[in-house]
């Protein structure tokens, strides 16, 4: 497999500008009769409430008073009147979560979600109000309005103008509004949300917040419905047939006759081929589908190497007019999941290398902006992973985006595991929202549902959804993320067989259901601390080595070697590809965040990054570790360790060769040296000659901040991103492994910093501060420009250090719509 490294991510065209890395889809002049979605992610303002309190809540839940309760319209929130005073409301914009801006709180009942006061012992900071006020245009007469919301968390209830627009209990299921009735043309409009986070729906960090896009979408009476396309297709030798399913509505008094026109772009944005529908007609308040087929010649197919992206443009058209396009990106591809041969794109056999993953980054928390998305998918490019689990829950929309630019696979997974109705909308959000990223290879029902998935009741919930999701989506199999009942329950009505960890059961399930397609859902468990290589339970840490497993778990070279021996395996997702806040694992307090990551919280990689990448892939890979500073170890054994591909690797002590040796495919190579001060140097070896070289050596004390952007520049859209790598080097430019000094930083200019982290997992600094220690000689910023071309200038100072400053050019560019 192809290795992307951080250069070619970065100039490859799939990201290169602007029109690329956001879905900036031009719907026309905003006319009565043409759609608009504009970006409500800006402008909002936010104020904590209270879960017991009605008078630091608002007056929210005040018995008595109808006008603060559910017995009167028009009135429903103190803060959605249009004369309430949110003067002291803090300005925030989108996405946001509060949770990741509350102290670290020492409580065994926090523990495993982050260390944060969120519960329904901390009413003071469980509860959060959001505020937007906004106009509409008298001109807007005609049209239909809707409020769209990616993702809150959780038990949001949203009112407009004082009255009750729903309430969506999920944190992770898009939650969609028509409000026509409700929006006051031609005048101000208030939307308020109030968002209860005392309850969890995972065991980790979920965030708080309204952490993902919200949108306000305008069309004309009749339209594309909601999610109303379904793009599927069908490849055959040098050819593809091309299926369109379209849903119209017509939201007006009158019946109406319309056509359905489809164009398809090619990646350049080339019109391939065109199609017109018949006249339909859509009874009033009605909804009509429509099927449609082109085909192409030779088409681009999406692949992780070469992931080409078409576009799909239906308008909809009442006699020459158009009254209605509607963008769908997709690719054009074939998978098949096969019970003795494992998984094949495109007809050919491809390993899912996969990782699995919450949803949460350093200095952001949940609220990771649309670039962040792209640079953790990017980061598990580098390391040779083709494959992303959305564990355990509907993702936020970008990241299929990035999966789907980048070349990455994707295991969609469901939150909710019901077959009532809450369960069953949760689903049927999810499919229709995802089912056009060709990413997407498979839904995932369920995860680890011990009470359900190996018996029948199970079955039955699990036929349910499974019906479901065949009937909205026929191209792609259902599985489950089993850790128990395997051969029952779930087994006898997935299409293929999820395995948590256990590998002693793989090969008897194999063998029992011969005609089931099998894959590691969730695998390794591996866990580790960047940069640290011996346990420290005092400090929560753990060695680097691939050593430290918990009870479930293996270690990334047992569960890799075990997969990598059956065929008939499709591959797994190890658990995780990045650190996360919550479940540490074995230690607790000071823990704060897991140590199952192959990278930490931040993107910086740990040593296993460099397993995986030399197995995962085909560039020749040579990673030597540990460090060489270890004062006071004089003459002490080190254990040295390398991760290769290469044949064989040498290993010399300040000059002093240590011996060679031959990799075993899938292994390492160790080697127990006593320390002295200088240089640690490994040659690798392919074909009997030299092609890589990799050194370790004792370096000074730091002696200067150094500063790497991920992007050396940014978009003046309000919403570009970038991660800055802080290094401390001594004086001759090497990183100093076990520097910890605090980095003070400085953001001017046309952006701001929005974040901070160390990947230290026992950290308890604030990720929204203007300060952070470096951990092993790492940290990191992350800035947002604005939406003012110019320049973001980054100053990073630490004590006794050269202190650095750095400047990220921010580009002109054509903004997003979005509301005034």
């Not at 329904?120 to 006020?133: E, F, K, L, M, Q």
């Not at 006759?257 to 308040?285: D, E, F, H, N, Y």
């Not at 080190?638 to 290769?644: F, Y």
């Not at 952007?709 to 802080?726: N, Y």
């Amino acid at each position: 497999m192809r290795v992307w490294s951080r250069r070619q991510l970065l100039q490859s065209s799939a990201v290169a500008s602007a029109a690329a890395w956001l879905p900036r889809f031009s719907f026309g002049a905003a006319t009565p009769s043409r759609r608009d979605r504009l970006l409500l992610d800006f402008g909002w303002r936010f104020h904590l409430g209270h879960a017991d309190d009605q008078t630091q809540d608002f007056g929210f839940g005040h018995a008595g008073n109808q006008d603060t309760e559910f017995g009167k319209s028009g009135d429903l929130f103190g803060p959605s009147r249009g004369n309430f005073d949110d003067s002291a409301w803090r300005a925030i914009d989108l996405p946001h979560d509060w949770a990741v801006e509350l102290p670290y709180v020492q409580a065994d009942e926090l523990n495993d979600f982050g260390d944060h006061p969120l519960g329904r012992n901390y009413p003071a900071t469980s509860i959060g109000w959001y505020r937007r006020v906004f106009t509409l245009p008298a001109t807007d007469a005609g049209r239909r309005i809707s409020l769209e919301f990616d993702g809150i968390f959780r038990d949001a209830t949203i009112a407009l103008n004082g009255h009750l627009v729903g309430r969506n209990f999920s944190g992770y299921a898009p939650y969609r509004a028509d409000v026509t009735d409700l929006a006051t043309l031609g005048g101000r409009n208030v939307l308020v949300a109030r968002v209860d986070a005392t309850e969890h729906e995972g065991w980790f960090y979920e965030g708080a917040g309204m952490y993902r896009h919200a949108w306000l979408v305008k069309t004309g009476p009749v339209h594309v419905a909601h999610w109303g396309t379904f793009v599927t297709s069908r490849v055959t030798g040098s050819a593809a047939t091309v299926n369109i399913a379209t849903e119209v509505e017509n939201e007006s008094d009158a019946a109406a006759t319309c056509r359905v026109a489809q164009t398809i772009r090619s990646p350049s944005g080339k019109a391939l081929a065109t199609v017109r529908s018949a006249p339909i007609v859509i009874p009033a308040w009605g909804r009509q589908g429509v099927q449609q087929q082109l085909g192409l010649a030779m088409p681009q197919l999406w692949s992780i190497e070469v992931p080409a992206m078409h576009l799909m443009e239906t308008s909809i058209e009442i006699g020459a007019t158009p009254v209605d396009t509607y963008p769908t990106p997709f690719g054009i591809r074939t998978i098949h999941f096969d019970p003795n041969n494992g998984f094949f794109l495109n007809g050919k056999r491809v390993a899912i290398q996969g990782t699995c993953n919450h949803q949460d980054h350093a200095g952001v928390g949940s609220a990771l902006p649309d670039r962040l998305q792209e640079y953790r998918i990017g980061r598990l490019k580098e390391m040779g992973s083709n494959a992303y689990r959305t564990s355990h829950n509907p993702p936020t929309p970008e990241l299929l985006d990035a999966c789907d630019r980048l070349g990455m696979l994707v295991l969609d997974e469901n939150r909710t595991f019901s077959s009532e109705d809450e369960g069953t909308s949760q689903l049927e959000r999810l499919i229709r929202r995802d089912r056009n990223h060709p990413s997407v290879i498979a839904w995932s029902l369920a995860n680890e549902e011990g009470s359900d998935q190996g018996n029948d009741r199970g079955a039955r919930m699990a036929g349910t959804l499974k019906r479901l999701a065949h009937k909205l989506d026929p191209t792609r199999p259902v599985t489950a993320a089993m850790n128990g009942g395997w051969g029952k329950g779930f087994t006898l009505v997935v299409d293929v067989q999820g395995f948590n960890y256990s590998t002693n059961d793989i090969d008897a399930i194999h063998k029992a259901f011969p005609a089931k397609p099998l894959m590691g859902t969730e695998t390794a468990s591996t866990v580790s601390t960047r940069g640290i290589y011996a346990n420290d339970p005092d400090r929560g840490y753990l060695s680097a080595y691939d050593v430290n497993k918990p009870g479930w778990g293996a270690t990334a070279e047992e569960w890799w070697s075990y997969y990598a021996a059956r065929p008939f395996l499709a591959g797994g997702f190890v658990w995780t590809g990045f650190d996360y806040r919550g479940e540490p694992t074995p230690y607790r307090w000071p823990c704060t965040s897991s140590h199952f990551g192959i990278m930490d919280t931040c993107g910086f990689p740990k040593d296993n990054f460099y397993y995986y990448q030399a197995w995962w892939s085909d560039e020749p890979v040579l990673h030597l570790f540990p460090h060489w500073n270890w004062a006071g170890k004089e003459g002490q054994e080190i254990e040295v360790w390398v991760h290769s591909n290469l044949d064989r690797v040498e290993l010399l002590v300040n000059g002093t060769s240590m011996g060679n040796q031959t990799m075993q495919r899938n292994s390492h190579l160790a080697w127990k040296v006593p320390y002295a001060p200088g240089t640690i140097e490994a040659r690798g070896f392919r074909n009997d000659r030299q092609v890589l070289v990799a050194k370790r050596e004792t370096t000074g004390t730091p002696a200067n901040v150094v500063l790497h952007p991920h992007r050396a520049r940014l978009f003046a859209d309000g919403e570009d991103a970038a991660v800055v790598e802080v290094q401390l080097v001594d004086a001759t430019g090497r990183v100093v492994p076990t520097a910890d000094d605090q980095v003070t930083f400085a953001v001017t200019g046309n952006g701001r910093l929005i974040g901070v982290g160390n990947g230290d997992p026992s950290s308890h600094e604030s990720d929204k501060g203007t300060t952070r220690r470096s951990f092993n000689g790492l940290c990191c910023a992350i800035v947002q420009s604005s939406r003012t071309a110019g320049e973001i200038r980054v100053a990073a100072s630490a004590a006794g250090l050269q202190s650095a400053t750095l400047v990220i050019p921010c580009e002109r560019t054509t903004l997003r719509p979005a509301v005034d």
